[in-house]
């Protein structure tokens, strides 16, 4: 057979069946023929199918099966707004223009929270060293948040329905939260209830005869750093007045001269500063109001005509007092204008005769002094500060820290 096989492959077998040997047939010769193609189908036949098995699930994928979910955040948050430190558990909150929340601490202590709804956070007040905090919103609503716990949560939430809320404060180890509204009046509420008290100070009765026009908003708030039971109110317009909250009245009356932005206290708590809109500081004795101690414009140049130049608002002031240095005051804006009327955006460190400016690339949304010590009436220990900055543009979001 083997021999036939060969032969037949190099052509040298006859092609008709009666030529062939009898011990080969005609089926062996169809049999020959198709050797090749019959191993090949032998071999198909020879893997079987996969069987079905009776519960196997249909792998039928469609997009109803899949949504989309934040997995990581990186990179500094978007369109911040607001920011707030806590001395005591160095923690940085930061709100942005969405309604996030953003608690960062030591490495690994990164808190992530949200508000409902798109509301801009305009104000953030640590309760320091108790883990919890409160948070101003643009729809004149207050939260308060409690992040003891893994996930943060709102514990307490006040709605103000009549009035525009414009600045707020809250004391170091007080239960009383402070609220100054547009119409210029100040509410007080409870900060364990969340609940207002129902003591008003109203803002006819703060000024009474000082001023014959409405005083504008409450832009400042801010208690005496020797005596809590005296709280200090500016209004946009520059007026400003030093409350007795035992006795509900007004201590004392200040008409500054410009429209006011900002008040800081002297840690001794017998001076404050202001910042005002046309780039000017002023400082005031408390038990001096007729006129301020000092006035003086840091950035202003003096023009052709013995005036100074107009300068950019100074948007916020803070008055630092070092142990073993003069006093440092910080403060954004104050630049006089350019060309075109373009200013540098700025953060202007003076310490005694030294004036350092720190110039941005961007607008500065807020600062503030990273201090060692929760008390307003104590120095800055070592020697050393830090200040962290925000820094916005319309695309485009910077932190600087310094």
Request: some cysteine; charged content about 20%; hydrophobic content about 35%.
């Amino acid at each position: 057979m083997e021999k036939y096989l060969c032969k037949r492959k190099l052509g040298m077998l006859p092609s008709n069946v009666e030529d062939l040997p009898p011990d080969i047939n005609a089926s062996d010769q169809v049999y020959q023929r198709f050797t090749i193609k019959g191993v090949i189908d032998g071999i198909r036949s020879s893997v079987s199918a996969p069987t079905k098995l009776e519960n196997e699930v249909e792998e039928t994928l469609h997009s109803g099966h899949f949504q989309v979910c934040k997995t990581v955040r990186h990179g500094f948050p978007y369109q911040p707004t607001a920011v707030a430190f806590d001395p005591v558990q160095h923690l940085l909150a930061i709100g942005t223009k969405s309604g996030a929340l953003r608690i960062l601490g030591r490495p690994g202590v990164d808190i992530y929270c949200q508000h409902f709804g798109e509301v801009a956070v305009i104000q953030i007040l640590f309760l320091m060293n108790e883990g919890a905090l409160v948070t101003v919103c643009s729809d004149d609503t207050l939260h308060l948040w409690n992040f003891r716990q893994k996930i943060p949560e709102i514990v307490h939430t006040l709605k103000f329905q009549r009035e525009r809320i414009t600045y707020c404060h809250l004391p170091f180890q007080s239960k009383w939260l402070y609220i100054g509204t547009e119409r210029g009046n100040v509410h007080i509420a409870n900060i364990e209830s969340f609940l207002l008290s129902g003591y008003v100070i109203n803002w006819n009765k703060a000024i009474e005869l000082s001023r014959k026009t409405h005083p504008g908003c409450v832009v400042h708030l801010s208690d005496n750093p020797v005596d809590p039971n005296k709280l200090l109110i500016g209004f946009e317009t520059g007026a400003i007045v030093l409350w007795d909250l035992k006795s509900k009245t007004a201590e004392f009356r200040y008409n500054a001269p410009e429209a006011l932005r900002s008040i800081s206290w002297h840690h001794e708590g017998k001076q404050f500063m202001c910042s005002h809109t046309d780039g000017s500081l002023t400082t005031y004795n408390i038990k001096t109001p007729q006129k301020p101690m000092s006035v003086m414009m840091p950035h202003a140049k003096i023009g052709k005509d013995g005036k100074p130049d107009p300068c950019k608002p100074i948007a916020k002031v803070e008055w630092k007092s070092l142990r073993n240095s003069d006093p440092l005051v910080i403060f954004s804006g104050g630049m006089s204008y350019e060309r075109a009327g373009r200013t540098t955006p700025s953060i202007t460190v003076m310490n005694g005769k030294s004036t350092t400016v720190l110039e941005m690339e961007h607008n500065v949304v807020d600062f503030v002094p990273l201090c060692e010590t929760p008390w307003q009436n104590d120095f800055i220990s070592d020697g050393k500060y830090k200040c962290f900055v925000i820094l916005m543009e319309i695309k485009n979001e910077e932190i600087l820290k310094k």
